[in-house]
């Protein structure tokens, strides 16, 4: 099956082929017969003949053929984590070009052909009349491989452990409970599972995008275009999936993904010297075949409840439900129209644009739980079946959002030096869904509380107002001024309403032909009105009190100030010599914030140096910087919020990310060409937490490996040019990678509480050697 889906784009694209070979034919005919006789009869000059029409010529170039072999060491996903360099012929590159009559231009571009990651391109047409545009697209992505789970799927969405298991380990904890119920600990836990994980089946997490987009263009060239389009991505594979019966009980399972987004455009635009209007339509459709998870709970093989039954299997409890279940992303539809203007007058210019999104979603509900030793209780205390969803107040999601986005510019130039530019930016969310109430809730199908619950539709409306004013001081020579207010107003959120006063400079010149600097300078100062910590009950029928520290402050919704900062020289000594450096900022302050985001800073650093002095040699070395450093803070506090603060806690991340590289393309001969090029990366963060002695937690301990990543390539490649037609070539790569991360220190495939999947995306080295031929013709 799978060489079959390999060859379906060559059977689309070779079914093009035979059409535009067709069609070049069909201008070959000859007149037909009845045709010469009527020309015969008739009496008129005779006229010189005319040359038969001329059908398509074609030309390859390139078609690259080679072969390669590659190794690892280990079976980690991150070596081909977007990409196939699995040992094998490959094509790399095939170009086909082809003119036919009527200046109709046909070029078929391949690339990595039948691999997993390949792609088909073909365009098309007569340009400026009209272009046909056809491409698949295939992206890999591989999360983990070699991972174990006890879960076999035996069906769409349905994962089952064999019920021996399920009744030995049910049997084992319920001996043990009834003897000692502190017992029922990890230790025991991942004794009585270890023969079970010993033999557990193998799974690696990846899915694989399959994207189709074709395009039909007439007339672009012309005053009134207008333009087809048709898309549609096919996502199929697995990712993991984070699952729960309670706090002791988290469950990492392979989420199955079965999507298909399917998208339809059509558009139409009238251009004059001036002015031009754009107007159209699109439509979106996403749908998941697989929307529904259901999993067996590995210490249950019969449902059981209890008020305790959500830690369970612990010391409190060793009941809760059989079976887990999830709803899965829903299956939704999109309708999208939208209308583009530009015009000239005078001095002046105006663009606008207008676009309203409508997005709709009416999934079927899943039931509370499918624990059928709980019974729900209604607003009314009458009790039901909480495992029946025709229990549910509604029945399905009846979800509607729309969307309006309006843009507007408006400038104009004074002399020969200023020129002057308004813009405005709106931006509406409007949750049109209705809200739903719910007797209750069940807690990791474990257990029914009878705390009503009330879904929220949240909404937003985000305005930018602007003017910027530039001058230019002399000859290529520009400084400019800007001043934007954006305001936001939420519902159902923290806080109704925001204000940030943005101010910016901006100052660009080249004032000689070797040198030239941009540069500018943001500075922004949001506040906002009266936060509402009680707002985040409004899921909450009746709110038993705000559970959130009442000082703390969402980073989207807090009193901010900003400094954005960029410059960026390029220097040319001469022709040969290249000098690029910059240096780009942006520090962000939540003074007003005694808990939460309180700084997130970033600051990096690039250069590059090239030589080129000639088609024979280029020589290029870069080396780029990036540091950030976050500070949070919070009280540690239990279901009521703490107020000692002893309980305070601090963390405060540090993050650096190091690039450096170097290339060198040589001409050794007319004949030999030589490239070779080195990569190295480190990304190195270290968390520092500390908590006062005294309080809850009284001591913090960080961290150094937050998130310590390196990489290192080598890439080199030898190419011998046989004829004017054809070259030989010889490459080769070789890759190191270290992750050295608290995320993957002591990973294991029991942990206490949790039980994982545990794929492998973790060191590697390995190298890729290859041979191949390109050939033009």
């Known amino acids: 099956m799978r060489t079959t889906c390999r060859n379906k784009p060559f059977l689309l694209l070779a079914g093009l082929l035979l059409l535009a070979g067709a069609g070049s034919a069909t201008a070959q005919e000859t007149t037909k017969p009845q045709d010469k006789a009527e020309e015969t009869a008739k009496a008129a000059p005779a006229e010189p003949a005319k040359e038969p029409a001329k059908g398509f010529t074609f030309r390859v170039d390139p078609l690259v053929l080679g072969v390669l072999h590659s190794h690892v060491d280990t079976n980690s996903s991150k070596w081909q984590e977007y990409r196939d360099v699995s040992s094998g012929f490959v094509i790399p590159k095939l170009r086909l070009l082809g003119e036919g009559p009527g200046d109709r231009e046909l070029d078929l571009n391949a690339e990595n052909v039948r691999r997993e990651d390949a792609r088909y391109t073909l365009t098309y047409g007569i340009p400026g009349r009209y272009e046909f545009l056809l491409d698949y697209n295939k992206i890999p992505h591989h999360f983990g491989n070699d991972g174990h789970m006890l879960w076999t799927r035996t069906g769409p969405g349905r994962l089952e452990i064999a019920d021996p298991v399920q009744a030995a380990l049910q049997g084992a904890i319920t001996t043990q409970f009834a003897a000692n119920p502190a017992g029922i600990?990890?230790?025991?836990?991942?004794?009585?599972?270890?023969?079970?994980?010993?033999?557990?089946?193998?799974?690696?997490?990846?899915?694989?995008?399959?994207?189709?987009?074709?395009?039909?263009?007439?007339?672009?060239?012309?005053?009134?275009?207008?333009?087809?389009?048709?898309?549609?991505?096919?996502?199929?594979?697995?990712?993991?999936?984070?699952?729960?019966?309670?706090?002791?009980?988290?469950?990492?399972?392979?989420?199955?993904?079965?999507?298909?987004?399917?998208?339809?455009?059509?558009?139409?635009?009238?251009?004059?010297?001036?002015?031009?209007?754009?107007?159209?339509?699109?439509?979106?459709?996403?749908?998941?075949?697989?929307?529904?998870?259901?999993?067996?709970?590995?210490?249950?093989?019969?449902?059981?409840?209890?008020?305790?039954?959500?830690?369970?299997?612990?010391?409190?409890?060793?009941?809760?439900?059989?079976?887990?279940?999830?709803?899965?992303?829903?299956?939704?539809?999109?309708?999208?129209?939208?209308?583009?203007?530009?015009?000239?007058?005078?001095?002046?210019?105006?663009?606008?644009?207008?676009?309203?999104?409508?997005?709709?979603?009416?999934?079927?509900?899943?039931?509370?739980?499918?624990?059928?030793?709980?019974?729900?209780?209604?607003?009314?205390?009458?009790?039901?079946?909480?495992?029946?969803?025709?229990?549910?107040?509604?029945?399905?999601?009846?979800?509607?959002?729309?969307?309006?986005?309006?843009?507007?510019?408006?400038?104009?130039?004074?002399?020969?030096?200023?020129?002057?530019?308004?813009?405005?930016?709106?931006?509406?969310?409007?949750?049109?869904?209705?809200?739903?109430?719910?007797?209750?809730?069940?807690?990791?199908?474990?257990?029914?509380?009878?705390?009503?619950?009330?879904?929220?539709?949240?909404?937003?409306?985000?305005?930018?107002?602007?003017?910027?004013?530039?001058?230019?001081?002399?000859?290529?020579?520009?400084?400019?001024?800007?001043?934007?207010?954006?305001?936001?107003?939420?519902?159902?959120?923290?806080?109704?309403?925001?204000?940030?006063?943005?101010?910016?400079?901006?100052?660009?010149?080249?004032?000689?032909?070797?040198?030239?600097?941009?540069?500018?300078?943001?500075?922004?100062?949001?506040?906002?009105?009266?936060?509402?910590?009680?707002?985040?009950?409004?899921?909450?029928?009746?709110?038993?009190?705000?559970?959130?520290?009442?000082?703390?402050?969402?980073?989207?919704?807090?009193?901010?100030?900003?400094?954005?900062?960029?410059?960026?020289?390029?220097?040319?000594?001469?022709?040969?010599?290249?000098?690029?450096?910059?240096?780009?900022?942006?520090?962000?302050k939540f003074d007003q914030s005694l808990f939460g985001l309180q700084k997130d800073d970033t600051t990096s650093y690039n250069a590059e140096i090239s030589y080129s002095p000639g088609d024979h040699l280029n020589l290029f070395v870069f080396a780029d910087r990036q540091d950030r450093k976050v500070r949070q803070k919070a009280r540690q506090s239990g279901a009521t919020p703490s107020t000692n603060p002893l309980d305070d806690w601090t963390a405060n991340l540090t993050e650096t990310t190091d690039t450096l590289g170097a290339g060198l393309t040589s001409k050794l001969s007319s004949r030999w060409t030589l490239d070779l090029s080195a990569n190295w990366s480190r990304a190195d963060g270290k968390a520092d937490l500390f908590s006062p002695p005294g309080g809850s937690p009284d001591v913090a301990t960080g961290f150094n490996n937050y998130d310590n990543v390196k990489l290192f390539s080598l890439l080199g490649r030898f190419d011998y040019r046989l004829n004017k037609s054809a070259r030989a070539g010889l490459f080769g790569r070789w890759e190191d990678y270290r992750i050295n991360s608290f995320i993957l220190q002591g990973l294991q495939s029991y942990l206490p509480g949790a039980l994982l999947l545990n794929p492998n995306y973790g060191d590697y080295r390995g190298s890729i050697v290859g041979l191949d031929m390109t050939l033009s013709f």
């Open 185 to 588: 600990n990890f230790a025991f836990l991942n004794r009585i599972l270890s023969p079970y994980l010993a033999t557990a089946q193998a799974i690696s997490l990846g899915l694989e995008r399959n994207r189709l987009l074709a395009q039909l263009d007439l007339g672009r060239l012309g005053p009134l275009s207008w333009g087809l389009e048709f898309d549609h991505e096919k996502r199929t594979g697995n990712r993991a999936f984070g699952g729960s019966f309670g706090f002791s009980n988290a469950t990492e399972l392979p989420e199955p993904i079965n999507y298909d987004t399917t998208g339809a455009q059509l558009a139409g635009e009238w251009n004059t010297a001036t002015s031009g209007l754009s107007l159209g339509y699109r439509y979106s459709k996403f749908e998941n075949n697989v929307s529904t998870l259901i999993w067996d709970n590995p210490f249950r093989a019969t449902p059981a409840t209890d008020p305790n039954a959500y830690t369970a299997p612990g010391a409190g409890s060793i009941g809760g439900s059989n079976l887990g279940i999830a709803d899965l992303a829903a299956s939704n539809r999109a309708d999208v129209l939208f209308l583009r203007g530009r015009t000239r007058f005078g001095s002046w210019f105006a663009n606008g644009s207008a676009s309203y999104d409508s997005m709709k979603q009416d999934d079927p509900l899943l039931p509370y739980t499918l624990n059928s030793a709980i019974t729900g209780i209604n607003f009314d205390g009458s009790k039901f079946d909480p495992t029946n969803a025709s229990n549910l107040p509604v029945h399905t999601a009846d979800r509607k959002t729309d969307a309006t986005a309006l843009n507007a510019d408006l400038g104009t130039r004074f002399g020969q030096s200023l020129d002057l530019t308004f813009r405005y930016r709106y931006y509406d969310l409007n949750n049109k869904a209705p809200r739903v109430s719910f007797p209750g809730y069940v807690r990791f199908d474990a257990v029914w509380e009878a705390i009503g619950r009330i879904t929220v539709p949240y909404s937003y409306t985000r305005q930018n107002a602007s003017a910027e004013l530039g001058w230019d001081l002399a000859h290529a020579t520009r400084l400019a001024f800007s001043l934007e207010r954006e305001s936001w107003s939420r519902k159902f959120r923290e806080i109704r309403s925001s204000d940030e006063n943005i101010w910016k400079a901006t100052f660009d010149t080249r004032p000689v032909s070797w040198f030239s600097l941009r540069s500018s300078y943001l500075y922004g100062d949001r506040s906002i009105g009266r936060y509402d910590v009680e707002a985040a009950e409004d899921s909450f029928i009746v709110s038993s009190g705000a559970t959130n520290l009442p000082d703390l402050r969402k980073f989207d919704q807090a009193a901010r100030k900003r400094h954005v900062y960029n410059v960026q020289g390029q220097l040319f000594p001469s022709d040969t010599w290249n000098l690029f450096v910059g240096l780009t900022g942006n520090d962000q």
